[in-house]
T-cell receptor, first 116, second 114 residues
Framework: GAVVSQHPSRVICKSGTSVKIECRSL??????MFWYRQFPKKSLMLMAT?????????EQGVEKDKFLINHASLTLSTLTVTSAHPEDSSFYIC????????????FGPGTRLTVT | AQTVTQSQPEMSVQEAETVTLSCTYD???????LFWYKQPPSRQMILVIR??????QNATENRFSVNFQKAAKSFSLKISDSQLGDAAMYFC???????????FGDGTTLTVKP
């Protein structure tokens, strides 16, 4: 099946710094990727839809200036958490939508972000 | 907005027995997709089963089957012959047509007792 990777798998950063998380589709091109946030033992909350070559579409309540999304190529989307605060600590999951598949998204393994 | 409700935060089942996880959803669309995902302790989301709303026949994948009741907007997952490896958090999800993005339920943590 299609493989999606995320890097890093775990990251610890200090308050006020920025951290970038990468999401790559390894064996297919993805014009659309999604970024989710998941708190412990909670559901996945969609943060934004990342479209290659255009601006991301953010869900209501998600600060676009804080969570910067760049989908610069058909295999790479990045999420940058700017000026991180401890409340940004969470598990971030990306998924990628293969072309022509309007529902079959493939998930990355997730990134654990801890802000100290 | 679409909503997905999983009313069972936790469920447990004896190994080799059968368990059913419940899911209801709300939508005004007639064409959509429903999913059950498994999230083991590794946190990797794994697709268990998928149902297209236009199909009346319930989807099955080996020991996993669904009971899709479109009029009632219900989509339950039945796990037969439960195995220890089935222990995980299970999420029901709804996909908007032509958008690809999913709305997830709050999840059900399944414990399998040996």
């Amino acid at each position: 099946g299609a493989v999606v990777s995320q890097h890093p798998s775990r990251v610890i950063c200090k308050s006020g710094t920025s951290v970038k998380i990468e999401c790559r589709s390894l064996d297919f091109q993805a014009t659309t990727m999604f970024w989710y946030r998941q708190f412990p033992k909670k559901s996945l909350m969609l943060m934004a839809t990342s479209n290659e070559g255009s601006k991301a579409t953010y869900e209501q309540g998600v600060e676009k200036d804080k969570f910067l999304i760049n989908h610069a190529s058909l295999t790479l989307s990045t999420l940058t958490v700017t000026s991180a605060h401890p409340e940004d600590s969470s598990f971030y999951i990306c998924s990628a939508l293969p072309p022509g598949k309007r529902y079959e998204q493939y998930f990355g393994p997730g990134t654990r972000l801890t802000v100290t | 907005a679409q909503t997905v409700t999983q009313s069972q935060p936790e469920m447990s089942v004896q190994e080799a027995e059968t368990v059913t996880l419940s899911c209801t959803y709300d939508t005004s669309e007639s064409d959509y997709y429903l999913f059950w995902y498994k999230q083991p302790p590794s946190r990797q989301m794994i697709l268990v089963i998928r149902q297209e709303a236009y199909k009346q026949q319930n989807a099955t994948e080996n020991r996993f089957s669904v009971n899709f009741q479109k009029a009632a907007k219900s989509f339950s997952l039945k796990i037969s012959d439960s195995q220890l490896g089935d222990a995980a958090m299970y999420f029901c999800a709804y996909n908007e047509p032509n958008a690809g993005k999913s709305t997830f339920g709050d999840g059900t943590t399944l414990t399998v007792k040996p």
